[in-house]
T-cell receptor, first 112, second 114 residues
Framework: KAGVTQTPRYLIKTRGQQVTLSCSPISGHRSVSWYQQTPGQGLQFLFEYFSETQRNKGNFPGRFSGRQFSNSRSEMNVSTLELGDSALYLC???????????FGPGTRLTVL | QKEVEQNSGPLSVPEGAIASLNCTYSDRGSQSFFWYRQYSGKSPELIMSIYSNGDKEDGRFTAQLNKASQYVSLLIRDSQPSDSATYLCAVRLIYGGATNKLIFGTGTLLAVQP
């Protein structure tokens, strides 16, 4: 079974731009969560989607948004990029909301 | 107090020794517990999950859970240099039907010396 896939793997943007990241979960998995990982803060939870609905949201500004499609694929968007948004963005999927989460390879975002 | 706490390390052990990684959590509502391994520059990889008190063994890995003392640990027997990585502890909190959070610790860096 294919694992979680994320595209693109690397992105370089400048301040003020916006970016969209994509995540395809493991086949059959219905829950998708997004995390931001930085050296200083570790893994920070962004949001969780299940059945196309946002179920949980972390403590991030409204510039960070996401959505989930009927095939469980998910996207996250960051508008008005700031230097501090440079991070590894990880997507994780699970069968149901309470199950083990499996991570994708991540998207490395650099904001210049 | 952080919700999930781990010693950041580095924890240095010689090859062949037992590495013991510990994690404490603050919320008694925590229901399931996970250990992830993350190599430098890679994404976290799930290595163990544990849901009830006691020990759970999988190959060289043993997870131990003590809900009364609110700690979970991971033992790695016969440590190999390839085990050198950051180990993340994650705890799932579930309250009623509304709250369902997976909270990660900041990780312990393990260095296995050849």
């Amino acid at each position: 079974k294919a694992g979680v896939t994320q595209t693109p793997r690397y992105l370089i943007k400048t301040r003020g731009q916006q970016v969209t990241l994509s995540c395809s979960p493991i086949s059959g998995h219905r829950s998708v969560s997004w995390y931001q990982q930085t050296p200083g803060q570790g893994l920070q939870f962004l949001f969780e989607y299940f059945s196309e609905t946002q179920r949980n949201k972390g403590n991030f500004p409204g510039r960070f948004s996401g959505r989930q499609f009927s095939n469980s694929r998910s996207e996250m968007n960051v508008s008005t990029l700031e230097l501090g948004d440079s991070a590894l963005y990880l997507c994780a999927s699970s069968l149901e909301r309470v199950d083990e989460q499996f991570f994708g390879p991540g998207t490395r975002l650099t904001v210049l | 107090q952080k919700e999930v706490e781990q010693n950041s390390g580095p924890l240095s052990v010689p090859e062949g020794a037992i590495a013991s990684l510990n994690c404490t959590y603050s919320d008694r509502g925590s229901q399931s517990f996970f250990w992830y391994r993350q190599y430098s520059g890679k994404s976290p990889e799930l290595i163990m999950s544990i849901y009830s008190n006691g020990d759970k063994e999988d190959g060289r890995f043993t997870a131990q859970l003590n809900k009364a003392s609110q700690y979970v640990s991971l033992l790695i027997r016969d440590s190999q240099p390839s085990d050198s990585a950051t180990y993340l502890c994650a705890v799932r909190l579930i309250y009623g039907g509304a709250t369902n959070k997976l909270i990660f610790g900041t990780g312990t860096l393990l260095a296995v010396q050849p």
